[in-house]
């Protein structure tokens, strides 16, 4: 069994995705859509992808064919003999910000207060490097760690990660 998770934030024509421990960013990226479908992270256990929600607005066609997208991952990965579970963005910030209600910035500070800061090029963060859609990605990772190996609050460390984790900065 992976002691990792896989976060995917799904679009149109490229994907961002984040592979987390439960302490640190091991890999993240963002990839064209077809270049994702071949990675092999689809044969993992903890894939999370950030699946669309309804709310009664219209759409348009970008979000069906991210929609097509989550579907063909959801193929990949059964193909592959992984499995992926589809998270909604409000559950995540329920989870990370204690509210539904949360921009993608309280989100963000979230990840930040729980895993480090970004840094600078020369004094670089457990974060440094992640951009964009890549913030999207985490929080669906850091949501699928916490649903997979347990975690009673995303803003706060279990005793034991907390430990785990210190002796990862210490490398």
């Known amino acids: 069994m992976s002691r990792f998770v896989i976060g995917v934030d799904p679009g149109t024509e490229q994907s961002a995705f984040a592979m987390f421990d439960g302490c640190e960013v091991i890999y993240h990226g963002i990839r064209d859509n077809e270049h994702l479908l071949n990675h092999p992270f689809w044969q993992e256990d903890h894939v999370f992808v950030e699946m669309i929600a ?8 970008s979000v069906f064919e991210t929609c097509v997208f989550i579907g063909r991952c959801l193929q990949v990965a059964n193909a592959a003999g992984g499995g992926v579970t589809r998270v909604f963005r409000k559950d ?59 975690q009673a609050s995303g803003l706060s460390k279990t005793k034991q990660q907390s430990a785990r984790c210190a002796g990862s900065l210490q490398k």
């Open 54 to 61: 309804s709310y009664g607005m219209a759409v348009g066609a």
């Open 92 to 150: 995540i910030k329920l989870h990370l910000c204690n509210s539904p209600r949360a921009k993608d910035a309280n989100v963000r500070q979230a990840l930040l207060d729980r895993i480090g800061v970004q840094g600078t090029k020369k004094n670089q963060g457990p974060t440094y490097g992640i951009k964009s859609h890549e913030w999207a990605a985490l929080a669906v990772a850091v949501y699928g760690w916490d649903m997979t190996f347990g």
